[in-house]
């Protein structure tokens, strides 16, 4: 690259020279033409001069009578001078001549040899060959305005002449001979001219052009010598400089590379592992100080179980094979921006973060492990690897990586020490909570696996009538000894695990199953109410599975009241619009569950096409007392019945909450007041008898 770079400016030198030289020279011809033009000028104008001192001298003597000759015959444009011509006593005739005369005869004497022209014209003329041409009569024209000469480059003949011009004044003596013309003292009458021939000049000239060419041409093959023996030493010096870097940043490449990195893996050693972990610490200056929210920067160490004893089978370089393929596959489930190092002779260490949560950290602990488990072939056989991992959390654990690396490799010696692969944290507490999550989510696997998922019923009722007029299903978990799990500690799990998909789809399918079976027991057509998590509703399956569950279960779908929270909007508008218009076109009702617990209450109720508002309960608890709660109460009453939707509150507990909901407009309820959440079987008990009732 260096060596383009010298040969591209060395170019640019070669042409800047050549443009130079063309400068120089186009000037010198160019100043060279313009002296040859001034100095043909000042010949001219000194032709003119002495022309016009004859021309003087002849005024001043009026003219001059010379003897009649062959060469000198009397002039017949003067003929109407008495006095033209006059006889010696001897009966010689002389004949007058004009100072024009005098001086066309001098300028002829003196240029016998050349081809220079001088002329005496006048717009009003006796001779016809003094009849101005196209220039001189420009030039008169120029005299009449003031000016005293004129100069220029003309055409006659063909040829390029010089040419210069002076005006004439007619004087006193002038009025004899040109009186006739219409003349009077001190006009301008003419002119005298000089017209030197330019093509001779210019042959003279162009033979110093072919010299000076050829002297510039010389000068620039000379440059341009001297540029490429440059150029060539300037290439030669900078390949030595490049290789001479080169070697340079091959030795530094290769300390760098003894220093931070393992030389049989080629993976990143300890000290690069540390400085790399280091920096992500200290660049991340928005890691919280408490283990439950931010984002976590997670250090785990690596230890395959059968490694040492493929040390001591086969060769090092087999092991060294093993170690990176473990790496590779590790690789695979962490992020781009985490570091993975060779850390010792049968340990891996690499980081984690974009986790917001331990739970989220764990199951990527879990894809690891299975991914690790898959067997590798080598020359030695085929291996099944057992992983144990080691595992210290920023900030929780330390706030430094060398910490870090200390704790997760007591985590890892821990989890050794059980002997059973899998994972451990340095944090006791964290690892229980984990093992905890762990647990729950098999839990929830087996009760979708087993059919230990129940739903029970809450009646929602008219207060003034009395009248069932809808249910709302309510998920409950069984363990293996039949006792229910509470709510609070499944949802979350199953929400992060993902498992809230296929669990959501059966409570969807069960609630509509036994709505049908409900209203073929009682012969009415009761509303049931089913919630859907925010992950579920963003489903794009989500709609078609509606339609596919009311069309097997033979559910009206107006019967089918879909209960969502605000969450649910967090995130993509147009796309939460979208379905839940396809879910109204289906025919289900839409809840909002919750309201006013939310981000932006009231910004979406226009937009969404939503039936019912579901006062929450922390609302309804406190309106007895709270004059806060009541007006708050009564606000969301009002503004649902002037927005058209239905309002229900949730959690009445006692008479008092119904009679102030029922004054304040709000009829429909749900709550312990009138009846807590019941098995099916018992539900339909409950409801038989309320509408015998």
Same mark, same amino acid.
């Given at each position: 690259?260096?060596?383009?770079?010298?040969?591209?400016?060395?170019?640019?030198?070669?042409?800047?020279?050549?443009?130079?030289?063309?400068?120089?020279?186009?000037?010198?011809?160019?100043?060279?033409?313009?002296? %040859?033009?001034?100095?043909?000028?000042?010949?001219?104008?000194?032709?003119?001069?002495?022309?016009?001192?004859?021309?003087?001298?002849?005024?001043?003597?009026?003219?001059?009578?010379?003897?009649?000759?062959?060469?000198?015959?009397?002039?017949?444009?003067?003929?109407?001078?008495?006095?033209?011509?006059?006889? +010696?006593?001897?009966? %010689?005739?002389?004949?007058?001549?004009?100072?024009?005369?005098?001086?066309?005869?001098?300028?002829?004497?003196?240029?016998?040899?050349?081809?220079?022209?001088?002329?005496?014209?006048?717009?009003?003329?006796?001779?016809?060959?003094?009849?101005?041409?196209?220039?001189?009569?420009?030039?008169?024209?120029?005299?009449?305005?003031?000016?005293?000469?004129?100069?220029?480059?003309?055409?006659?003949?063909?040829?390029?002449?010089?040419?210069?011009?002076?005006?004439?004044?007619?004087?006193?003596?002038?009025?004899?001979?040109?009186?006739?013309?219409?003349?009077?003292?001190?006009?301008?009458?003419?002119?005298?001219?000089?017209?030197?021939?330019?093509?001779? @000049?210019?042959?003279?000239?162009?033979?110093?052009?072919?010299?000076?060419?050829?002297?510039?041409?010389?000068?620039?093959?000379?440059?341009?010598?001297?540029?490429?023996?440059?150029?060539?030493?300037?290439?030669?010096?900078?390949?030595?400089?490049?290789?001479?870097?080169?070697?340079?940043?091959?030795?530094?490449?290769?300390?760098?590379?003894?220093?931070?990195?393992?030389?049989?893996?080629?993976?990143?050693?300890?000290? +690069?592992?540390?400085?790399?972990?280091?920096?992500?610490?200290?660049?991340?200056?928005?890691?919280?100080?408490?283990?439950?929210?931010?984002?976590?920067?997670?250090?785990?160490?690596?230890?395959?179980?059968?490694?040492?004893?493929?040390?001591?089978?086969?060769?090092?370089?087999?092991?060294?094979?093993?170690?990176?393929?473990?790496?590779?596959?590790?690789?695979?489930?962490?992020?781009?921006?985490?570091?993975?190092?060779?850390?010792?002779?049968?340990?891996?260490?690499?980081?984690?973060?974009?986790?917001?949560?331990?739970?989220?950290?764990?199951?990527?602990?879990?894809?690891?492990?299975?991914?690790?488990?898959?067997?590798?072939?080598?020359?030695?056989?085929?291996?099944?690897?057992?992983?144990?991992?080691?595992?210290?959390?920023?900030?929780?654990?330390?706030?430094?990586?060398?910490?870090?690396?200390?704790?997760?490799?007591?985590?890892?010696?821990?989890?050794?020490?059980?002997?059973?692969?899998?994972?451990?944290?340095?944090?006791?507490?964290?690892?229980?909570?984990?093992?905890?999550?762990?647990?729950?989510?098999?839990?929830?696997?087996?009760?979708?696996?087993?059919?230990?998922?129940?739903?029970?019923?809450?009646?929602?009722?008219?207060?003034?009538?009395?009248?069932?007029?809808?249910?709302?299903?309510?998920?409950?978990?069984?363990?293996?000894?039949?006792?229910? @799990?509470?709510?609070?500690?499944?949802?979350? =799990?199953?929400?992060?695990?993902?498992?809230?998909?296929?669990?959501?789809?059966?409570?969807?399918?069960?609630?509509?199953?036994?709505?049908?079976?409900?209203?073929?027991?009682?012969?009415?057509?009761?509303?049931?109410?089913?919630?859907?998590?925010?992950?579920?509703?963003?489903?794009?399956?989500?709609?078609?599975?509606?339609?596919?569950?009311?069309?097997?279960?033979?559910?009206?779908?107006?019967?089918?009241?879909?209960?969502?929270?605000?969450? %649910?909007?967090?995130?993509?508008?147009?796309?939460?619009?979208?379905?839940?218009?396809?879910?109204?076109?289906?025919?289900?009702?839409?809840?909002?569950?919750?309201?006013?617990?939310?981000?932006?209450?009231?910004?979406?109720?226009?937009?969404?096409?939503?039936?019912?508002?579901?006062?929450?309960?922390?609302?309804?608890?406190?309106?007895?007392?709270?004059?806060?709660?009541?007006?708050?109460?009564?606000?969301?009453?009002?503004?649902?019945?002037?927005?058209?939707?239905? =309002?229900?509150?949730?959690?009445?507990?006692?008479?008092?909450?119904?009679?102030?909901?029922?004054?304040?407009?709000?009829?429909?309820?749900?709550?312990?007041?009138?009846?807590?959440?019941?098995?099916?079987?018992?539900?339909?008990?409950?409801?038989?008898?309320?509408?015998?009732?």
């Amino acid at each position: 690259m260096q060596t383009s770079f010298v040969k591209r400016n060395m170019i640019l030198f070669a042409i800047g020279w050549t443009i130079m030289v063309t400068a120089a020279m186009s000037v010198y011809l160019w100043l060279d033409h313009q002296y %040859t033009i001034d100095r043909e000028k000042v010949r001219a104008q000194t032709l003119l001069e002495r022309d016009l001192l004859y021309r003087s001298w002849g005024v001043s003597k009026g003219g001059i009578y010379i003897k009649v000759s062959d060469k000198h015959q009397p002039n017949p444009h003067l003929a109407f001078l008495p006095n033209r011509d006059v006889f +010696l006593p001897d009966g %010689t005739m002389l004949t007058l001549t004009t100072p024009s005369n005098i001086t066309q005869q001098a300028f002829e004497i003196s240029n016998q040899a050349g081809e220079t022209l001088s002329k005496i014209t006048a717009l009003k003329v006796f001779n016809p060959s003094n009849v101005p041409d196209m220039w001189e009569r420009n030039a008169i024209k120029q005299f009449k305005q003031g000016v005293k000469e004129v100069f220029g480059v003309d055409k006659l003949h063909g040829k390029s002449y010089i040419r210069t011009m002076r005006p004439f004044v007619a004087g006193k003596k002038c009025i004899k001979c040109h009186s006739a013309q219409g003349y009077n003292v001190g006009q301008i009458r003419g002119g005298l001219s000089i017209s030197i021939p330019l093509d001779p @000049v210019l042959a003279e000239s162009r033979q110093t052009t072919y010299m000076v060419t050829a002297m510039f041409f010389g000068l620039w093959c000379m440059g341009m010598v001297g540029i490429s023996l440059q150029c060539r030493k300037l290439k030669r010096q900078t390949e030595l400089a490049v290789e001479h870097e080169r070697q340079r940043d091959h030795a530094e490449t290769s300390l760098y590379y003894m220093t931070n990195y393992d030389a049989r893996t080629n993976l990143p050693n300890r000290v +690069l592992f540390e400085e790399r972990t280091q920096s992500i610490i200290s660049q991340d200056s928005n890691l919280p100080q408490d283990s439950n929210q931010g984002n976590w920067l997670t250090v785990v160490m690596l230890e395959m179980k059968n490694f040492r004893q493929l040390q001591e089978m086969s060769a090092e370089s087999v092991s060294d094979t093993y170690l990176k393929i473990c790496a590779e596959r590790i690789a695979s489930h962490i992020h781009s921006d985490d570091v993975i190092a060779r850390i010792d002779e049968n340990r891996l260490i690499f980081t984690l973060g974009h986790h917001e949560e331990q739970f989220g950290i764990c199951h990527v602990f879990k894809d690891i492990l299975e991914g690790l488990s898959e067997p590798v072939q080598l020359p030695a056989g085929e291996i099944f690897p057992v992983a144990f991992l080691g595992a210290a959390f920023y900030p929780n654990d330390a706030n430094d990586i060398s910490s870090l690396v200390k704790m997760s490799g007591a985590a890892l010696d821990r989890s050794l020490e059980k002997g059973e692969g899998g994972f451990e944290m340095y944090s006791e507490m964290m690892q229980s909570e984990a093992v905890d999550r762990i647990s729950m989510e098999n839990s929830l696997r087996k009760a979708l696996q087993d059919d230990l998922f129940v739903l029970h019923y809450q009646p929602q009722v008219d207060a003034v009538t009395g009248e069932v007029t809808g249910a709302e299903a309510l998920l409950r978990m069984q363990d293996e000894k039949g006792q229910l @799990v509470p709510p609070d500690e499944f949802i979350p =799990v199953a929400e992060e695990s993902g498992l809230i998909i296929p669990i959501g789809e059966w409570v969807l399918r069960t609630a509509c199953i036994q709505a049908v079976r409900l209203q073929k027991q009682t012969g009415i057509k009761l509303q049931m109410g089913v919630n859907v998590s925010a992950r579920q509703f963003s489903d794009p399956a989500l709609t078609e599975l509606v339609q596919s569950i009311l069309t097997q279960t033979g559910l009206a779908p107006e019967c089918l009241e879909i209960e969502i929270t605000e969450s %649910t909007f967090i995130g993509d508008i147009d796309k939460t619009i979208e379905t839940l218009t396809d879910l109204k076109i289906l025919g289900v009702n839409i809840a909002l569950d919750d309201f006013g617990t939310g981000y932006s209450s009231l910004s979406y109720l226009n937009r969404f096409p939503i039936d019912r508002l579901k006062i929450d309960r922390s609302f309804v608890a406190d309106i007895a007392e709270n004059e806060d709660d009541r007006l708050l109460v009564g606000l969301i009453v009002e503004m649902g019945r002037k927005l058209g939707l239905n =309002v229900i509150a949730e959690g009445v507990e006692d008479d008092i909450q119904k009679h102030l909901l029922i004054g304040m407009g709000c009829h429909a309820m749900q709550g312990f007041f009138f009846g807590r959440p019941l098995s099916f079987e018992d539900f339909c008990t409950l409801f038989e008898g309320l509408h015998s009732h």
